[in-house]
């Protein structure tokens, strides 16, 4: 079987949640998962750093991505820099619980100078909210061709027919399967082509076989399910 990449999980700890990397590790191999790209917690003040320490004799299996506050402009340019220096291959953003609108280049766009400059790409939470509704990646990833943009749960549950019409016009913009019910995210495979879907399970806030399974059933083909499971972010993170 081809190899499967999960593109979604915090690691570290948040009030009321934590995950660390042998605990994830065990979460994969319990589903029968090969590899999976990590990102801290984002509430509050959170640190890469957690990223470093559940990487720690996973190396070969934990992609590493980094999160940044573009609030803090400045620093969240050189963390870019610091991170990928170090083979952090991702960013992850959340404009709804930091404030922002991703749309907002003004505030937004030296962050994304950097993430195009160093050849990442952005998963971003993606759900109907005033801050991250689809036509705010549709705005950010139309600016940024280059950047692949990940709407992480698809634009769930209300703007989610949006997130497809969108996706399909815009070729970097793919959409992240996340806790995304199951009659959406088959609808996703079966109007974008399972080129554009990317699963990612959420971890640790899912029970992580079932995300897994749930993906499986959708993408019904052995070829979607190489593409969705895993093939769409290889290509995308440059690891074919
Ligand atoms: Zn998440």
């Known amino acids: 079987m081809a190899t499967t990449v999960d593109a979604h999980n915090h690691v570290g700890v948040r009030h009321g949640e934590s995950q660390t990397g042998d605990e994830l590790i065990a979460r994969m191999d319990a589903a029968g998962v090969d590899r999976a790209c990590v990102f801290p917690f984002v509430e509050g003040v959170f ?17 590493p991505f980094l999160a940044v506050n573009p609030w803090s402009q ?3 340019v050189a ?17 709804t619980l ?19 400059e160093r050849e990442l790409l952005i998963i971003a939470h993606g759900a109907s909210d005033l801050r991250n509704a689809p036509p705010e990646f549709a705005l950010a990833a139309t600016a940024y061709p280059e950047i692949p943009f990940l709407m992480a749960h698809s634009g769930t549950f209300w703007s989610h027919g949006q997130a497809i ?33 990317i699963w990612g399970t959420d971890s640790p806030y899912v029970n992580y076989t079932m995300e897994f399974q749930k993906m499986q059933q959708v993408a019904d083909s052995d070829a979607a399910r190489a593409l969705v499971l895993g093939g769409n972010l290889l290509r995308l993170l440059r690891m074919d």
Not at 98 to 116: C, E, K, N, Q, T
Request: aromatic share 4%; proline share 6%; hydrophobic share 35%.
């Open 165 to 197: 019409r969108l996706a399909a016009d815009i070729p970097n913009l793919y959409l992240e399967t996340a806790r995304v019910p199951i009659f959406e995210a088959s609808e996703s495979v079966r109007l974008l082509g399972p080129e554009k879907v």
């Open 47 to 63: 640190s890469n750093d957690d990223v470093d320490d559940a990487l720690q004799g996973h190396e070969d299996r934990l992609i």
């Open 98 to 116: 930091h404030g922002y609108h991703l749309s907002d280049l003004g505030l937004v766009g030296p962050v994304l100078d950097a993430i195009r």
């Open 74 to 76: 400045q620093e969240a």
């Open 79 to 95: 963390e870019v820099h610091r991170r990928a220096d170090k083979g952090y291959r991702g960013v992850k953003l959340h404009p």
